[in-house]
């Protein structure tokens, strides 16, 4: 019953994505509490080339948070044409229309109902261009979202990856659910390590394009890029302060792999790391006064914590293997990693308080994990039928989801922040 | 010239050889005038080569039983120092460097994939800049000598296993 429930879902959400989404998506297992949800078809949507509120629809189901329930050709459009006993088998149920503005703007209007209470949870009207039709449904899932769970929506958000398809690599920025991608570069050298301006208004990120790793800047509004970084060997992981006005960097230019700080315009340049051996993927705190770092400095490989204004290290990680690549939670009080042991990649996260490892993931070629903005999802780089494949797990390691590019492999994602209304 | 007419007859002779005996005589005729048009076809781009080899024949670079052909490093997981058996292969290359003050060679180093991305970028630049110092301290200049690395990004073998990352623990030795 339950294996159909999933079938039946993953035929919905293939048949959803069929229109252009650039990467398709497989889901496995389930919130702890699924919430029993029906999205009715919304009036007028009919007109309109994507139904909004099958985007809604696919979004939740994509959470793992909810379980989507047939509307079985009921269609009521406003809380009065609702007969609650029809619902019997719901907690929540979304009802709304759409229509055309005289300014050529598209508006939905949307009712959360709660379907045991018989109340009102949420009226909102969202509107957006004709051609942003994925924005508006995934604005009304972000409200529903926030509303049923009490965290904010994610369906807003934006990722960013790397495409290999042979020797041709490109940046990409997609929406969360795959569609709408947009190339911000595409070079016949490697892409590696994009990292969104807490804004989201820019990339920074790694290429090989002057046959060495080099450190770039790039608006996405105006496609415009700088340099951040160009010294001799390599200049690499560049990651936004929480307030966008430094980042930190790795450089060779003086020793080994060593963490830097630089202002987002190239100046200001300097030096926060003496480890001696290879100190690399800064990651800020969210209050901006710690960075969490990759580093051999204790034999293995492994996650260590730093004050920005300088400091002592301290080692944060202790489990078998080497550990890589850590983020911090956007709430501060955990972070996530690449954790290797016994000849693979697992994805986990530690509390910073209890110190506990919590391996998220079945293990596998998986890499370069990063929190989605609520911190409720980690996105990360994974192999699948021999090919580079992005994943989500819920950070309680119980939902997880796979996205297969169109074409070539994907490779160093990173979830993007969240978008100001 | 010569040679290159060999190669050219030699590969329609297999050619010939590979046709499968059951062809119409039709099909036979019409490719011969095809490999008659290949055979003129490679000279004038290649006619140049054996002048420029024998202009620098006495380059012990091209010395193929010079310690100098050895131009890969190889390193067991996680090392960046220049293993035992490698070292007077580099410096052969440190003196060859400091004999010819003209001569820029750039290192490339590499790493397998297991270590994230930045950290393989990493430990493939420690690599180069190994070989680099021992260059240096065998009488290299320093403006003689580029290092970058790929880390992970350009394997040289894509299997995962050891086979393919005892191949990707690497420093190219490339001479400009």
Known sequence: ?421 | MRNLVIVVLLSSLLAACATPKPVAKGEESTSAPVSEGKRTAPTAPTVSSPDAVASVDDDPLNDRNSMLAKRSLYYPLDGYVVQADDKAAVQAHARYLAEHPNRKVRLEGHADERGSNEYNLALGQRRADGVKNMLMLGGAKSDQIETASYGEEKPKATAHDESAWSQNRRTDIIYK
Do not use: C
Request: charged share 20%; proline share 5%; aromatic share 10%.
């Open chain 1, 1 to 421: 019953m339950k294996v159909l429930r999933y079938l039946g879902l993953l035929i919905f959400l293939w048949w959803t994505a069929q229109a252009h989404a650039a990467l398709t998506i497989e889901i496995m297992g389930a919130g702890e509490h699924q919430i029993p949800i029906a999205i009715v078809p919304f009036a007028g949507e009919e007109k309109l080339s994507q139904s909004i509120s099958q985007i809604v629809a696919a979004d939740l189901a994509r959470s793992g948070l909810f379980r989507l329930v047939e509307t079985a050709g009921k269609k009521p459009h406003e809380p009065s044409e609702v007969v609650y006993a029809d619902w019997a088998g719901v907690d929540a149920l979304a009802i709304g229309s759409v229509r055309m503005l005289p300014t050529g703007r598209v508006e939905a209007k949307v009712r959360l109902l709660d379907a045991v209470k018989h109340t009102e949870l949420l009226g909102q009207a969202v509107s957006a261009k004709d051609n942003q039709l994925r924005a508006i449904a995934h604005r009304i899932a972000d409200l529903i979202y926030q509303k049923l769970t009490g965290d904010a929506g994610v369906f807003s958000t934006r990722i960013a990856y790397v495409n290999r398809q042979g020797k041709n690599y490109r940046l990409v920025v997609a929406d969360s659910d795959g569609y709408g991608e947009q190339a911000v570069l595409s070079v016949s050298e490697p892409i590696m390590s994009p990292a969104w301006s807490p804004d989201g208004s820019h990339l920074a990120y790694v290429t090989f394009e002057q046959n060495h790793a080099v450190v770039y800047a790039q608006s996405l509004l105006t496609k415009q890029r700088v340099v951040l970084a160009n010294f001799k060997g390599s200049n690499s992981a560049p990651e936004w302060s929480p307030d966008g006005k430094m980042l930190a960097i790795v450089l060779t230019r003086d020793d080994s792999s060593q963490i830097y700080l630089v202002q987002p315009d190239g100046s200001n340049l300097r030096r926060i790391t003496f480890g001696g051996g290879i100190d690399t993927e800064p990651s800020f705190s969210p209050d901006g006064q710690y960075l969490l770092f990759t580093s051999n400095r204790g034999g293995s490989v492994q996650i260590y914590r730093i004050p920005v204004e300088g400091g002592a290290a301290e080692r944060q990680t202790f489990e078998g293997g080497n550990n890589f690549s850590p983020r911090y939670s956007p709430d501060g009080k955990s972070f996530v990693f690449a954790h290797f042991t016994n000849g693979k990649f697992y994805i986990a996260t530690q509390d910073f308080q209890t110190k506990q490892m919590q391996i998220l993931t079945d293990g596998g070629w998986e890499k370069k994990p990063s929190f989605s903005p609520n911190g409720k999802l980690v996105l990360f780089a994974t192999e699948a039928q021999g090919r580079g494949i992005l994943a989500t797990v819920s950070s309680d390691g119980r939902v997880k989801q796979k996205m297969f590019p169109q074409d070539g492999d994907i490779r160093e994602p990173r979830w993007g922040p969240f978008l100001k209304q």
